[in-house]
């Protein structure tokens, strides 16, 4: 394996009407060319390499040989599952039927995610009505020992409900990193205490995280924090103007293609 408001859920249940037109709509997108290619290459010159080596690296093993490449694993991987199945059980924010979708694979311990969890709280404010923001679990465990145990606690809230609290009060408190501090959160958040603990114990939890780690392999991602929009990878240290660059003109070739012929 390679060694990043209420809080809501997905069901990770079957595609619905709405999910399928999704599915359909993304499809012909990509077949017609209207993702946006030249705006991301243009943005990013200059920019791409500074970024990556701000990104913690996962593990030594050899990326794609060129963002070209490494854009279209993650296009092949997103185009070949439907929403339910890339969204599954994870936490979100956001509309639940947005066409655009955000996903980001993260590290508690990661002190660039902590930075870049700040800008998505703002970025995903200003866009929850036209957006999916969808929380992957990507603990670089060989460099941070508090990576696992704080995204099994995380979890674990999140099965009272409380996920995106619990995930804002661990990056605010991350040099604390450790059983007093989730312990200190769950009871600060007045959560159940024993179904807590055990939560974040159970086969349920391992479970949860390794499918987000399966996932991040697949997609060959390098460090946390990595961004996905639709299927477009972008890099973990970009600025927040470039998100919002990103998800105007897409949210501009999805209103384009629902228009009259």
Known sequence: RMAKCPPGRHDGGGASTGTLAMDNLLTRMRNSKLLVWGLVGALLVGLLIPLLLLVPRRNQASPPDSPEAHQAIVTDVIMSKDRASLIGSSATRGNPHAPIVLFKFSDFECPYCAVAAGNMKEFVGNHENDLLYVYKHFPLTQIHPEAMPSAKAAWAAGQQGQFWL??????????????DLYVELAEAMGLDMEQFNRD????????????DLALAEQLQLQGTPSFIMNDLLIPGGAPPQLFEEIFTQINAAINSQREPQ
């Open 200 to 211: 974040r114990a159970s086969a349920e939890a391992e479970a949860a995280i390794q499918e």
């Open 166 to 179: 619990y995930h804002d009060g661990l990056f605010a408190n991350q040099t604390r990193l450790g059983e």
